[in-house]
């Protein structure tokens, strides 16, 4: 597995670290998002209750890792055998963590009950 010089791209195993980080930022992006939408749409929330015992995260959690699941099956496909640059991976996951925070905080709540 040859490494080049300039961006450093990988094709061994550094490229899969960079590709599960991507997706399981990927992952809590779709959580957050799940979240937030759970509290602007009344139809959303009744939706993602999947299991009564288990209460309104049942659905979130479901759907964000099979958002998480499915992204890691494409991008290991996709991927396969390719060049993978590992700082676009990382700029990435951090631009989907730093979203799925923004939208976890109750701060978004304000802006719900503010009219903003």
């Known amino acids: 597995m040859a490494k080049s010089t300039g961006n450093f791209p990988y094709t061994s195993s550094e490229?899969?670290?960079c590709l599960a980080g991507?997706?399981?930022s990927w992952g809590c992006f779709v959580?957050?998002?799940?979240?937030t939408g759970s509290i602007y749409s009344l139809k959303l929330k009744t939706f993602l209750v999947f299991s009564?015992?288990?209460g309104p995260l049942s659905g979130r959690v479901t759907l964000g890792v099979i958002a998480w699941a499915t992204s890691w099956l494409l991008l290991a496909l996709i991927f396969k055998g390719r060049?993978?640059?590992p700082f676009i991976c990382y700029i990435l996951s951090c631009f989907f963590i730093a979203g799925a925070?923004?939208?976890t905080f109750p701060w978004v709540r304000?802006?719900?009950v503010s009219g903003f």
């Open 52 to 54: 009564n015992a288990v």
């Open 83 to 85: 060049v993978v640059y």
């Open 31 to 35: 959580m957050g998002a799940l979240n």
């Open 110 to 112: 304000f802006f719900k």
């Open 22 to 24: 991507l997706t399981a």
């Open 15 to 17: 490229g899969k670290v």
């Open 101 to 103: 925070l923004i939208q």
